[in-house]
């Protein structure tokens, strides 16, 4: 029989035929065998061994039949099943081992098996589209990731190039830095070089007996040359900010008397104007902080000098506080002037900007003195605030950040010269009588008070006083009057009367000096002023504070002082202010001779110029100093010098020196050094004012610079004349020195000679007046410093010219 396999059914149905097959098989084979051994008509005469053998045989063909069969079958079912799996097998193999996603298996049909084979092949074609798919997102990446670093490339060959523009702009800028500051520097020196003579011979002229119209020029000359120095000091102080390079000193210092300083410098304003000015300090504020007590009397300063200047009437006050315990300060200034409108409130905290900036402003000022305020309080770790209303007056207010010292012990001031002296102190102002009775009583004096002046008057008739105090503004009279009126009467005939005055003309009235009547300013009231007037008033000089142990200054010994200027005019100047204040001054040229004098003599004192011939003042400083360590002395050296930048200071006293003076500086700022060097007593040196103005320059310059010669000349007796003749000589005399050394140093190149005798030509020039001489020797100067000797020839030419002129208007002028 043959069996049929259909190409096209399952594999389900292909099984059960081939099982039908097989069982159809056995069944016909048993059946055959039952009819051959029980049928009589197929084996009638057969035995039944024979029958049964047939049988048997029969049988053993019908399973062998079977058997053939079965192998058949198997054999089929291997073909159908086994071997397709195998193949699929060792293509999975294949495809696991090498990857090769383009493998296929082939089966043809429809049955199961045929379907497993396609969705494989399915399997293994979705595969290779999603490889081809990825292979191609793949080249996708890296040409985007290309790209990508191609404008990363980019963008930091920019950044790059934007950092290196960084690079040079920083380097140039702090070039322009240096640059700026040694400019500040040169500048500041040049333009107080020839300042130190002129505030010098000012301050000694005002020492002298003078007209009031004479007093009034010299002042006028003094106020002048300290407002331009104010100016100098601002625009140092905001370079110094703006570059970073403002620091600010911790020291310990006496608030109480940095207030009070600060309202005795705008005082002599405020009197002026008619301005009552006063200190409110708050109950329980501490006296010693620690911090930068010059940068915080600067601020005050600033504040009270701009509350006096913008107020026609009424007071200025300045006020301290506690704003944060322990140690944060409030300071307040409060006017009546004219305040400030709300448009102009921040505009007045910038640079060079101010609140009324129309070309008819009325009040004057550079616009940096609120500006540079503001800075340093920020530094001092506070802040400046301003309330205003225009016509009603402003408020300042700042903040400091200090911290309290702890204060030593005040030691007891011995002050018997008044103790038990009797004293009538006649004011309305219950604030001026709080204030010096309580002064007065610390001093031991018997005192008693009145309002008026009838009850003032009755007081004196009936019992007797030392002296009396009037009040220049008292209630029923003024205190000129009473005090006429109390000569009168035979009690008061012998009184000894002290008059508070509140304006310059006040003490400038000439019935003063028939009352026998001395002047005090009321405002602000300082406690050693007052004892010092008293004593004058009573008639008591040094000698008799120092017999009795008083509180007044006694008169200092002589001081030995060597002073050491290479410049004549610059000599004769210092000499004269050290002299005023009763030295005896020995004069070297340069630190060599310095030198040795130290060693073979002795000084209480030296004053060590910075810039010298042979040998500069910090080397000579140095050398002293070396020398001092065998021998086991040492001698206060202050270093003088016109520049006035923070590292000229830092350079003085790492060489050695003791303190330092920037040039120009005054008889009060050499005493104050002298004092705080020698005694220990004297506060730190400070300077402040305002602006100048530009003039005209004659070959002698009398509108700026004669204050000093007309100084020299109006000293006491021959003096003066001794004096201006000697600073001619010497000028007349060296000048024809240093033409020379300029002619030699342009002729052989030398441009460190040319500045050398440039500068030396230039300064004693300025000092006499000559500042067209002086203005050329400064660029002969300029260009030695840039260490060049190209082009100096016209410019010594012109030195020549004006020196001629100069030196006839010397010879043949007033000046001697």
Same mark, same amino acid.
């Given at each position: 029989m043959k069996l049929s396999w259909p190409g096209k059914s399952s594999l389900k149905s292909r099984l059960i035929t081939l099982l039908l097959g097989c069982n159809t098989l056995l069944l016909l084979s048993l059946t055959l065998s039952f009819i051959c051994y029980h049928s009589p008509a197929v084996s009638p005469a057969l035995p039944d061994s024979t029958l049964s053998l047939f049988a048997s045989l029969q049988l053993t063909l019908a399973l062998l039949g079977s058997a053939g069969v079965a192998a058949l079958l198997s054999q089929r079912i291997d073909w159908i099943i086994s071997e397709p799996i195998r193949d699929l097998s060792r293509k999975m193999e294949i495809v696991s081992r090498s990857q090769d996603y383009r493998v296929r298996v082939e089966r043809a049909g429809e049955d199961e098996l045929a379907v497993l084979f396609a969705c494989f092949n399915n399997m293994l074609a979705e595969i290779s589209i999603r490889d081809e798919r990825l292979a191609l997102h793949s080249e996708e990446l890296e040409m985007e990731v290309a790209v990508r670093t191609l404008e990363l490339s980019e963008v930091n060959r920019q950044l790059e190039a934007s950092l290196e523009s960084v690079r040079e702009a920083m380097q140039s800028a702090q070039s322009a830095s240096r640059a700026k500051s040694d400019f500040l520097a040169q500048m500041s020196h040049e333009i107080r070089t020839p300042m130190y003579g002129v505030l010098g011979m000012t301050e000694l002229l005002l020492g002298t007996d003078l007209t009031r119209e004479q007093t009034r020029y010299v002042d006028t000359v003094r106020r002048s040359g300290e407002a331009l120095l104010s100016i100098i000091n601002n625009i140092l102080d905001f370079s110094k900010i703006e570059a970073g390079r403002m620091e600010l000193e911790q020291i310990p210092f006496d608030l109480h008397q940095l207030a009070s300083d600060a309202i005795a410098i705008c005082a002599e304003d405020a009197a002026r104007? *008619?301005?009552?000015?006063?200190?409110?300090?708050?109950?329980?504020?501490?006296?010693?902080?620690?911090? /930068?007590?010059?940068?915080?009397?600067?601020?005050?300063?600033?504040? $009270?000098?701009?509350?006096?200047?913008?107020?026609?009437?009424?007071?200025?006050?300045?006020? =301290?506080?506690?704003?944060?315990?322990?140690?944060?300060?409030?300071?307040?200034?409060?006017?009546?002037?004219?305040?400030?409108?709300?448009?102009?409130?921040?505009?007045?905290?910038?640079?060079?900007?101010? *609140?009324?900036?129309?070309?008819?402003?009325?009040?004057?000022?550079? &616009?940096?003195?609120?500006?540079?305020?503001?800075?340093?309080?920020?530094?001092?770790?506070?802040?400046?605030?301003?309330?205003?209303?225009?016509?009603? &007056?402003?408020?300042?207010?700042?903040?400091?950040?200090?911290?309290?010292?702890? #204060?030593?012990?005040?030691?007891?001031?011995?002050?018997?010269?008044?103790?038990?002296?009797?004293?009538? $102190?006649?004011?309305?102002?219950?604030?001026?009588?709080?204030?010096?009775?309580?002064?007065?009583?610390?001093?031991?004096?018997?005192? #008693?008070?009145?309002?008026?002046?009838? /009850?003032?008057?009755?007081?004196?008739?009936?019992?007797?006083?030392?002296v009396a105090i009037l009040d220049h503004r008292l209630a029923g009279t003024d205190g000129v009057e009473l005090a006429a009126?109390?000569?009168?009467?035979?009690?008061?005939?012998?009184?000894?009367?002290?008059?508070?005055?509140?304006?310059?003309? @006040? +003490?400038?009235?000439?019935?003063?000096?028939?009352?026998?009547?001395?002047?005090?300013?009321?405002?602000?009231?300082? @406690?050693?002023?007052?004892?010092?007037?008293?004593?004058?008033?009573?008639?008591?000089?040094?000698?008799?504070?120092?017999?009795?142990?008083?509180? *007044? +200054?006694?008169?200092?010994?002589?001081?030995?002082?060597?002073?050491?200027? /290479?410049?004549?005019?610059?000599?004769?100047? &210092?000499?004269?202010?050290?002299?005023?204040?009763?030295?005896?001054?020995?004069?070297? #040229?340069?630190?060599?001779?310095?030198?040795?004098?130290?060693?073979?003599?002795?000084?209480?004192?030296?004053?060590?110029?910075?810039?010298?011939?042979?040998?500069? &003042?910090?080397?000579?400083?140095?050398?002293?100093? +070396?020398? #001092?360590? *065998?021998?086991?002395?040492?001698?206060?050296?202050? +270093? =003088?010098?016109?520049?006035?930048?923070?590292?000229?200071?830092?350079?003085?006293?790492?060489?050695?020196?003791?303190d330092y003076l920037s040039k120009p500086f005054t008889c009060d700022q050499i005493a104050k050094t002298m004092e705080r060097l020698l005694d220990g007593t004297a506060p730190a040196p400070a300077t402040d004012g305002e602006a100048a103005t530009d003039e005209p320059l004659e070959v002698i310059s009398h509108d700026k610079m004669s204050g000093a010669l007309e100084m020299i000349r109006t000293l006491p007796g021959n003096r003066g004349v001794e004096i201006l003749r000697k600073v001619v000589d010497l000028y007349l005399a060296s000048t024809p020195a240093l033409l020379q050394t300029m002619r030699e140093a342009e002729s052989g190149g030398d441009a460190e000679k040319l500045k050398a005798a440039a500068h030396s030509f230039k300064s004693s020039s300025a000092n006499l007046g000559a500042l067209r001489l002086a203005g050329v020797c400064m660029e002969l100067e300029s260009l030695g410093r840039a260490g060049s000797t190209e082009g100096a020839l016209p410019l010594l030419h012109q030195v020549e010219e004006e020196y001629r002129l100069v030196r006839d208007a010397l010879r043949g002028g007033p000046l001697c």
């Amino acid at each position: 029989m043959k069996l049929s396999w259909p190409g096209k059914s399952s594999l389900k149905s292909r099984l059960i035929t081939l099982l039908l097959g097989c069982n159809t098989l056995l069944l016909l084979s048993l059946t055959l065998s039952f009819i051959c051994y029980h049928s009589p008509a197929v084996s009638p005469a057969l035995p039944d061994s024979t029958l049964s053998l047939f049988a048997s045989l029969q049988l053993t063909l019908a399973l062998l039949g079977s058997a053939g069969v079965a192998a058949l079958l198997s054999q089929r079912i291997d073909w159908i099943i086994s071997e397709p799996i195998r193949d699929l097998s060792r293509k999975m193999e294949i495809v696991s081992r090498s990857q090769d996603y383009r493998v296929r298996v082939e089966r043809a049909g429809e049955d199961e098996l045929a379907v497993l084979f396609a969705c494989f092949n399915n399997m293994l074609a979705e595969i290779s589209i999603r490889d081809e798919r990825l292979a191609l997102h793949s080249e996708e990446l890296e040409m985007e990731v290309a790209v990508r670093t191609l404008e990363l490339s980019e963008v930091n060959r920019q950044l790059e190039a934007s950092l290196e523009s960084v690079r040079e702009a920083m380097q140039s800028a702090q070039s322009a830095s240096r640059a700026k500051s040694d400019f500040l520097a040169q500048m500041s020196h040049e333009i107080r070089t020839p300042m130190y003579g002129v505030l010098g011979m000012t301050e000694l002229l005002l020492g002298t007996d003078l007209t009031r119209e004479q007093t009034r020029y010299v002042d006028t000359v003094r106020r002048s040359g300290e407002a331009l120095l104010s100016i100098i000091n601002n625009i140092l102080d905001f370079s110094k900010i703006e570059a970073g390079r403002m620091e600010l000193e911790q020291i310990p210092f006496d608030l109480h008397q940095l207030a009070s300083d600060a309202i005795a410098i705008c005082a002599e304003d405020a009197a002026r104007k *008619g301005l009552e000015l006063a200190l409110e300090l708050e109950p329980g504020l501490p006296r010693t902080f620690t911090g /930068d007590p010059g940068r915080l009397r600067q601020v005050m300063v600033n504040l $009270l000098g701009n509350a006096v200047k913008f107020t026609l009437k009424g007071s200025v006050r300045l006020s =301290l506080a506690v704003a944060e315990p322990p140690a944060v300060v409030r300071v307040s200034v409060a006017d009546t002037g004219i305040g400030i409108a709300p448009e102009a409130q921040q505009r007045i905290f910038n640079q060079f900007t101010q *609140g009324d900036e129309s070309m008819t402003r009325k009040y004057g000022g550079t &616009g940096l003195g609120l500006a540079i305020a503001r800075q340093l309080t920020e530094l001092m770790g506070g802040a400046l605030e301003l309330e205003s209303e225009p016509g009603r &007056g402003s408020r300042f207010s700042f903040t400091a950040r200090l911290e309290v010292h702890e #204060e030593t012990p005040r030691p007891e001031r011995c002050c018997t010269a008044l103790r038990d002296k009797r004293v009538l $102190l006649a004011s309305d102002d219950e604030e001026t009588r709080d204030g010096i009775g309580e002064q007065l009583d610390s001093w031991g004096m018997d005192l #008693e008070c009145v309002a008026d002046a009838p /009850d003032a008057f009755c007081r004196i008739v009936t019992a007797p006083f030392d002296v009396a105090i009037l009040d220049h503004r008292l209630a029923g009279t003024d205190g000129v009057e009473l005090a006429a009126t109390i000569r009168t009467v035979p009690a008061g005939r012998t009184i000894r009367i002290l008059l508070l005055t509140e304006r310059e003309e @006040q +003490a400038a009235d000439p019935r003063l000096a028939e009352l026998q009547a001395t002047t005090f300013p009321r405002r602000p009231l300082q @406690q050693e002023g007052l004892y010092r007037a008293l004593m004058a008033a009573l008639g008591m000089d040094d000698e008799d504070r120092l017999a009795a142990g008083c509180c *007044g +200054a006694p008169a200092p010994r002589q001081r030995q002082v060597l002073l050491v200027e /290479d410049n004549a005019v610059n000599q004769e100047v &210092g000499r004269g202010m050290l002299e005023s204040l009763g030295c005896r001054v020995k004069v070297v #040229e340069d630190g060599a001779a310095a030198v040795s004098e130290v060693q073979q003599n002795r000084y209480d004192v030296v004053f060590m110029d910075c810039q010298m011939p042979v040998l500069d &003042g910090l080397e000579a400083t140095r050398r002293i100093r +070396a020398w #001092e360590q *065998g021998s086991g002395d040492r001698v206060p050296i202050v +270093a =003088l010098t016109a520049y006035a930048m923070p590292g000229d200071r830092v350079a003085c006293l790492e060489a050695g020196a003791d303190d330092y003076l920037s040039k120009p500086f005054t008889c009060d700022q050499i005493a104050k050094t002298m004092e705080r060097l020698l005694d220990g007593t004297a506060p730190a040196p400070a300077t402040d004012g305002e602006a100048a103005t530009d003039e005209p320059l004659e070959v002698i310059s009398h509108d700026k610079m004669s204050g000093a010669l007309e100084m020299i000349r109006t000293l006491p007796g021959n003096r003066g004349v001794e004096i201006l003749r000697k600073v001619v000589d010497l000028y007349l005399a060296s000048t024809p020195a240093l033409l020379q050394t300029m002619r030699e140093a342009e002729s052989g190149g030398d441009a460190e000679k040319l500045k050398a005798a440039a500068h030396s030509f230039k300064s004693s020039s300025a000092n006499l007046g000559a500042l067209r001489l002086a203005g050329v020797c400064m660029e002969l100067e300029s260009l030695g410093r840039a260490g060049s000797t190209e082009g100096a020839l016209p410019l010594l030419h012109q030195v020549e010219e004006e020196y001629r002129l100069v030196r006839d208007a010397l010879r043949g002028g007033p000046l001697c």
